[in-house]
């Protein structure tokens, strides 16, 4: 099994570009989530997914857009990008979370994104 | 809304002694889960350890253990006998179960010395 994988690993954006960052698990899960990482600091939820077709906003989505049309694929979109976009990405998936199984995320390497 | 407060930004440990990296939380869910996380320089995510609200005994895994005090609303993480290889970031984290919202603290970067 890859897990969760993300591409790309590195990218350089001029501002106002657009871009889509990919993440694929291969574990089946339900759940997927973007995470925003930046430096010095922990991370933030941008948006998540309970399934196929149902996206939902965390806690820093402006800017940001997403679509789940596959139990596989969670792309995360750039419209616009800004200085305040450099962060680096993680993608993550968990079975859903209940009371008696913890189901941790499971989190892609990162994608390390520049805004100039 | 939930919080994660992780107060020591930078810790030393000599190696093979214990440590411990505070954490607080705040939530007015009764249920909820509290997870730690290891991000070495390499940059990914490790899983460590995780302890539910309703747990009765601490969480162990290996080395690592969780003191949960609910009443106090701290999930503190001890590492026994520190390896080099702990050097790392160690985030806190928490997800109540009546949402998707897992908040992370801002860390503790863990440093063991030879």
């Known amino acids: 099994n890859a897990g969760v994988t993300q591409t790309p690993k590195f990218r350089i954006l001029k501002i106002g570009q657009s871009m889509t960052l990919q993440c694929t698990q291969d574990m089946n899960h339900n759940y997927m989530y973007w995470y925003r990482q930046d430096p010095g600091m922990g991370l933030k939820l941008i948006y998540y997914s309970v399934g196929a077709g149902i996206t939902d906003k965390g806690e820093v989505p402006n800017g940001y857009n997403v679509s789940r049309s596959t139990t596989e694929d969670f792309p995360l979109r750039l419209e616009l990008a800004a200085p305040s976009q450099t962060s680096v990405y993680f993608c993550?998936?968990?079975?859903?979370?209940?009371?008696?199984?913890?189901?941790?995320?499971?989190f892609g390497p990162g994608t390390r994104l520049t805004v100039l | 809304a939930q919080k994660i407060t992780q107060t020591q930004p930078g810790m030393f440990v000599q190696e093979k002694e214990a440590v411990t990296l505070d954490c607080t939380y705040d939530?007015?869910?009764?249920?909820?889960?509290l997870f730690w996380y290891k991000q070495p320089s390499s940059g990914e995510m490790i899983f460590l350890i995780y302890?539910?609200?309703?747990?009765?005994q601490n969480a162990t895994e290996g080395r690592y253990s969780l003191n949960f005090q609910k009443a106090r609303k701290s999930a503190n993480l001890v590492i026994s006998a520190s390896q080099l290889g702990d050097s790392a970031m160690y985030f806190c984290a928490m997800r109540a179960y009546n949402n998707n919202d897992m908040r992370f603290g801002a860390g503790t970067r863990l440093t063991v010395k030879p």
């Open positions: 993550a998936s968990s079975y859903e979370p209940t009371l008696s199984s913890y189901n941790e995320q499971f």
């Open positions: 302890q539910g609200s309703y747990d009765q």
């Open positions: 939530t007015s869910d009764p249920s909820y889960g």
